[in-house]
Every structure is written in C-alpha cells, then in structure tokens.
C-alpha cells in the first residue's frame, strides 16, 4: 500500500519551505542517525484526519534573474507532474500573480495532474481576500489563501490536498507481486542492472492501476515467480547544476521506494561509497523497507582476495546506520551474481514481513535480560515487563518498561541483536516502540 506523494511548487519567496515546516512540523519521523534527511529536508511524512502522505518539495536553489527562475519552476513542475498524486501550487498575494505563475500554470493545467492552488502571506483575510480573487485568473482552479507564517488556512488547504487523493484501487491492493526499486546516483548502473535482469522477457506494465505516475515498471518471470521492478531510471532529467541533480535523483528515489517492497540500492565498484549514496540509502532506511545493497560494475576493478572485505568495511562504515543491509558484489554488465539477487530478494522480504511469536519473542528477551543486566539510574533498575510485535514491513515491537527514561539506545540496541541473533531478519531494520507501565 503505497502513500499518496503530495509535491510542491513555486517561485523562490514565495513561502513553499516555511509551509513545508509547518506540514512537516513535529510528524517528521526520522531517526536521528539517517544522513541528509533531517539536514535538507527535502520530503516528509505528513498526515492528515486519517490520510497520511509524503510531501516533496521540488524547489532547490535560489536563482537570480526572471529568466533563470522561469525555467527552474519548468523543470520543478516536471519533477512534480512525473512524480506525484497532488500538486501544490504555491504563490505569493503580496507579489500578485507574475507572469512565471501563468506559464507554470499552463504547464500544470496540461498535465492534467489534481492541482491545489495556495496562495500564501495571506496574513489577514480581510485585507488580502480581494486580491486573491485574481488568482482565478490563472484557471488552475480555486484559490486557497493560506498564512504559513501564522499557520492560517492549513486546515482547508490540507482537505483540498487530500480530497484529490487517487481511490485505493483493488487491483493493486491484490498484487502481491514482490516490487522492488532500484535506487542510486546517477550513472552507478541502474538501467543496466534493470536491462539485465529483464532482458527479453521486458514486459512493460504500463499504468499500474491506481497511479497515474510515470515510473516505468517492468515485471519478469524468474523461477516461475514474478518481479515487478519500479524504474526510476528510465526518468532522466538533464541538469548542469549538480545539487538540483542531486535533489531529483533523491525526489526519484523516494516515490518509487514508497511503492517498494525491497530496494535495491546500487553502488559503483569503481568510485566507492559516498555521502551521496548514504543519502539514498537514508531513504530506504527511513521507510522501514527491505534492503540489498548492490556493488556495482565488480567487473571493473582490479581485485584480490581483500577486495570483498575491504569494500563491504567501507560500505558498513558509510552506511553504519543500517549495519542489516545485505551486500552483494554485483556486474550489471556481465550479469555476474544476478541469480543470488533474486535469492537474496525472496529472503530479505520474506524478513520484511516476519511475524515472531509472543512466547518466543518474550523467551529471547528474558534470556538476553539474564546474560546482562539492564541498565540502572540512581537506584532504580530497568524492568522489561513483556516484549510483543505489533507489525510487519518492517517488524515492530513495542516493549513494556517500568521507566522509559531507563531503556537506553544502547540496551535497545542489544535487545535488537540478540533478537536477530536468534531468528536472522537479515535485510530489514526492526522498529521498538518503549511504552511505560507502571
Ligand atoms: P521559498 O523560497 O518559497 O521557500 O520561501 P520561504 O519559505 O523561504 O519564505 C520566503 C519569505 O517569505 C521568508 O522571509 C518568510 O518568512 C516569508 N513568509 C513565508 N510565509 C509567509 C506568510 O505566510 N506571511 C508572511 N508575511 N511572510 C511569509
Ligand atoms: P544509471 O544512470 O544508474 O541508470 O546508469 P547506467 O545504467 O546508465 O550506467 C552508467 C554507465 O555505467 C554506462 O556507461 C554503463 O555501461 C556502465 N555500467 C553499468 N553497469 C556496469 C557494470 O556492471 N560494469 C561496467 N564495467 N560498467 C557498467
């Protein structure tokens, strides 16, 4: 069940972060360790009555002459109608409408794509409602005034975005097909592996039911099971200015490893692992999916019999916050490894969406409280009362304490590799939720 993608558009100014902060607000759930997430935020978790989504904020760098801000707002508004369910317009009321906002406009009424029109800075709806009215004029739709700055009008605007939500279509829902998403820089190799690992056999499921988005999925037939692969390098969006790249390849990402089941991160063998490939592989991380990190063009490099481990030391380091993600030394090119891949696929899915039982669970826990103990504050010792899963993809567990304040990250941390010691749950992370009971 993947979440609706909400993107935002707009000129520099006109208010598109402050709202972004305010819808991100407090509901941005990142854990502290994931890089590049919390430094730009570039999307967020935001939920609304009983609807959650993923907001995206298209809008980058801020360029300097009227000519350069128009054909940044194009390229966003590309990025915006390849990937997303709902778009919000943003404008400005105090700058009226500029001639920027009507081609953009144009752009966005072609698309056909569900448009919100916000207009913002619409500090005080008396003073400000008649110039609102002319943002009709751009026939994209009702104008929604809204203040970011004094969080007025969110409500209404929020009911608009969600009332343009695609219906949860059953078709998709049923599809129980593994979908895997291959994630990674530019030019590391991810159309080569998808390429690969199709061949022939490509069989392209156009306009999978219920998303209207552009994302090529191609399923394949391997071993009598079928595969559907999310392709979000078939989307190619050129660009001089490396940090708007960087900003789509991470928008890119973070659609398609929503609808994923297992992602695959791909990294090149002959440049090495970088913060840029932590920043991706933060997404996957973030989302709670199953995750195979795929080293790349292994065929290019000179090796010996260190190479393995050097990489992999070098990846865990890099990537020391998913220290579960499973490393396979691939080559697109030569196809060396690909069946192990797909192995390595069922696996780590099947980990994703592993159920313990209560018993078992509360056995391995106690075991682990007995070979050391918890941690203790003034006095008073941690109490694990009773440890029970509550979810799936990726498993979560909620344990009952008598102080929360007590169960440590790093006693957390311990309960989680003792629990992987016993039943494996390679390839996904696991998620505790502490609760207090008295
Ligand atoms: P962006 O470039 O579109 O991301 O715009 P920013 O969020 O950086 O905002 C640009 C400027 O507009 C900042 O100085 C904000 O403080 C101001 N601003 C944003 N929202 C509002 C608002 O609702 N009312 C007023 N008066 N100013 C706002
Ligand atoms: P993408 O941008 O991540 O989709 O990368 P591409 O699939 O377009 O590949 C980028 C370049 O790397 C191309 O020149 C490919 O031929 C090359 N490449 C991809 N996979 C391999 C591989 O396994 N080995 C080698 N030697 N080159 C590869």
């Given at each position: 069940?993947?979440?609706?993608?909400?993107?935002i558009v707009?000129?520099p100014n006109?208010?598109?972060?402050?709202l972004?902060?305010?819808?991100?607000g407090e509901?941005i759930?990142?854990?502290?360790d994931?890089?590049?997430?919390?430094?730009?935020?570039?999307?967020a978790?935001?939920?609304?009555?009983?609807?959650a989504?993923?907001?995206i904020d298209?809008?980058?760098?801020e360029?300097?002459?009227?000519?350069?801000?128009?054909?940044?707002?194009?390229?966003q508004a590309?990025?915006?109608?390849?990937?997303?369910d709902?778009?919000?317009?943003?404008t400005?009321?105090?700058?009226g409408?500029?001639?920027a906002d009507?081609?953009?406009?144009?752009m966005?009424?072609?698309?056909?794509?569900?448009?919100?029109?916000v207009?913002?800075?619409?500090?005080?709806?008396?003073k400000?409602?008649p110039?609102v009215?002319?943002?009709?004029?751009?026939g994209?739709?009702?104008?929604?005034?809204?203040?970011?700055?004094?969080?007025l009008?969110?409500?209404d605007?929020?009911d608009?975005?969600?009332a343009?939500?695609?219906?949860?279509?059953?078709?998709?829902e049923?599809?129980?097909?593994p979908?895997?998403?291959v994630?990674?820089?530019?030019?590391?190799?991810?159309?080569?592996?998808?390429?690969?690992?199709?061949?022939?056999?490509?069989?392209i499921?156009?306009?999978?039911?219920?998303?209207t988005?552009d994302?090529?999925?191609?399923?394949?037939?391997?071993?009598?099971?079928e595969?559907?692969?999310?392709d979000?390098?078939?989307?190619?969006?050129?660009?001089?200015?490396k940090?708007?790249?960087?900003r789509y390849?991470?928008?890119r990402?973070?659609?398609?490893v929503?609808?994923?089941?297992?992602?695959v991160?791909?990294?090149?063998?002959?440049?090495?692992?970088?913060?840029q490939d932590?920043?991706?592989a933060?997404?996957?991380?973030?989302r709670g999916?199953?995750?195979?990190i795929a080293v790349?063009?292994?065929?290019?490099?000179?090796?010996?019999d260190?190479?393995?481990k050097e990489?992999?030391?070098?990846?865990r380091q890099?990537?020391?916050?998913?220290?579960?993600?499973e490393?396979?030394?691939i080559?697109?090119?030569?196809?060396?490894?690909?069946n192990?891949?797909?192995?390595?696929i069922?696996v780590?899915?099947?980990?994703?969406?592993?159920?313990?039982?209560?018993?078992?669970?509360?056995?391995i826990?106690?075991?682990?409280?007995a070979?050391?103990?918890?941690?203790?504050?003034?006095?008073k010792?941690?109490?694990?009362?009773?440890i029970?899963q509550?979810s799936?993809k990726?498993?979560?567990?909620v344990v009952f304490?008598?102080?929360?304040?007590?169960?440590?990250?790093?006693?957390?941390r311990y309960?989680?590799?003792?629990?992987?010691d016993?039943?494996?749950?390679?390839?996904?992370?696991?998620?505790f939720?502490i609760?207090?009971?008295?």
């Open positions: 069940m993947s979440k609706p993608v909400v993107a707009g000129r006109v208010g598109k972060s402050t972004f902060n305010v819808l991100a509901r759930s990142i854990v502290k994931t890089p590049g997430v919390t430094r730009d935020r570039i999307y978790d935001v939920s609304w009555l009983d609807k989504f993923t907001l298209t809008g980058g760098i360029p300097d002459s009227d000519d350069i801000i128009l054909s940044q707002m194009r390229e590309q990025i915006a109608i390849d990937t997303a709902v778009i919000m317009f943003i400005d009321v105090r700058q409408l500029v001639d009507e081609k953009v406009a144009n966005l009424r072609r698309s056909k794509k569900p448009v919100v029109l207009v913002n800075k619409v500090d005080d709806f008396k400000y409602m110039d009215y002319e943002f009709y004029n751009l994209i739709g009702e104008p929604i005034p809204v203040s970011a700055a004094s969080m009008g969110i409500g605007m929020l608009e975005v969600i343009h939500f695609p219906e949860r279509n059953a078709e998709e049923e599809d129980d097909r979908k895997i998403a994630i990674g820089k530019p030019n590391v190799g991810k159309s080569s592996l998808i390429n690969k690992l199709t061949g022939e056999k490509r069989v499921v156009s306009d999978i039911a219920g998303t988005r994302a090529i999925d191609t399923a394949v037939k391997y071993c009598g099971r595969y559907v692969f999310i979000t390098a078939g989307l190619r969006r050129k660009s001089k200015i940090e708007e790249l960087e390849s991470i928008i990402a973070v659609t398609a929503e609808r994923a089941d297992v992602v991160i791909v990294i090149d063998a002959t440049e090495g692992v970088t913060e932590a920043k991706i933060g997404i996957a991380h973030d999916k199953g995750i195979i790349n063009k292994w065929d290019a490099i000179e090796k010996n260190k190479s393995v990489h992999s030391d070098r990846i890099v990537l020391s916050f998913m220290p579960y993600a490393i396979l030394f080559s697109a090119q030569t196809g060396q490894r690909l192990k891949l797909y192995e390595m069922d780590v899915m099947a980990n994703n969406s592993m159920r313990l039982a209560t018993g078992v669970l509360n056995e826990v106690a075991e682990a409280v070979m050391q103990q918890p941690p203790s504050d003034k006095g010792r941690l109490k694990i009362f009773y029970t509550v799936v990726p498993p979560t567990f304490v008598n102080d929360k304040k007590l169960m440590h990250f790093s006693y957390t309960i989680e590799n003792r629990i992987r016993a039943f494996g749950f390679r390839g996904t992370a696991l998620r939720i609760r207090e009971r008295k």
